[in-house]
């Protein structure tokens, strides 16, 4: 195994990263473990093809140690963690496959508690259910919060919304041009509000016939993958993978914000810089997409899920965006420096209160 691996966790202070192999299946997985010290490591489970093997381990410690900041940002008391599994979930996915790794989880005892991601369904979860308790996504009828996306969409139109509160000094989007990268499942419900609150989309997306499906839906325009970092808008809403602001897309722009739900939108840390430098607002992703785990954690507070709580505390997300800009504007800092402050302060006071309690990490 390539030794940056070991450096990457040793500079970002992760807990462990386990490979998973299971030769009768085919599975070959990885579950990375950033942070126990809000609760049980909590992310969710990712299948996707990878040109590398280490591309995955890297994947998945970047959403990991993602899932901690969006936690410890949000107040859920939760620490972050993910997985992934390597193969194409049109091809490779079986029962068989995912009860195997439902095993993997379940020997970690509880120290990862696992959900839906890209390439993984609310079927699948029931699959890991019947292997392992520590699975959170979960239908209605098997005591979980259900279908997430629409929390996802919601507090990334939020955040969205906050962008130009901030930029416009008005929270509509009305009017206002949009440029939407990818159309899955809440991309799709992000479509529906941003068009909803009267502003114009251009749509892109690898899978032609989710393209098809919104311009037949909503009458958007579309332009190929490659083109959408072209266009000429008000906003660049990335709804698809992350590391889409990256050297060769950050200059090509021509937006006043960044905001969407895509994790990891940066490919490195001085790419939120550098957009700053451009006088361009961007939405901290792990903010602005925190709406899904927010909801979907709701069952673990006292009393049970409840669905207004829940929603009132999506909601929560632009004021919490607000308040990053402040932090932001106090400090002199980048927009993504305060949010990881809001975060790494949340977790260093409840580290203390354990220090004097005896309580373990």
Sequence with gaps: MDARILDYMQRYKFKKVVICNDTDTGLRAVIAIHSTALGPATGGL?????????????????????????YAAAGVNLGGGKAVIIGDPKKDKTEALMRAMG????????????????????????????????VVTLPTHAGGAGDISPATALSSVLATKACA???????????????????????????????DEGATVIVTDVDDTKVAAAVAEFGVTAVAPDQIYDQAVDIFAPYALGAVINDDTIARLRCAI????????????????ELQARGIVYAVDYVANSGGTIFDTDR???????????????????DRTLEVFDIADAEGIP??????????RRIASLDAVRLLDGRPR
């Design 103 to 134: 095993k993997f989880i379940n020997q970690l005892g509880g120290e990862y508690i696992t959900g839906e991601d890209v390439g993984t369904t609310l079927d699948d979860m029931e699959l890991l259910l019947t292997e392992t308790d520590h």
């Design 46 to 70: 990712r299948m996707w093809t990878y040109a590398k093997e280490e591309d995955a381990i890297f994947d998945a410690m970047r959403l990991a140690r993602g899932m901690t900041y969006k």
């Design 258 to 273: 960044v905001a969407g739900s895509a994790n990891n939108i940066f490919a490195e840390e001085r790419h939120g810089d």
């Design 300 to 318: 673990f507070r006292k009393g049970g899920f409840q669905p207004e709580r829940a929603w009132a505390n999506v909601r929560r997300v632009y």
């Design 335 to 344: 927009f993504y420096r305060a949010a990881d402050q809001i975060a790494e």
């Design 165 to 195: 509160q901030r930029v416009w000094g008005n929270p509509s989007l009305a009017g206002k041009t949009v440029a939407l990268q990818g159309l899955g499942v809440c991309g799709y419900k992000a479509l529906k509000l941003i068009i």
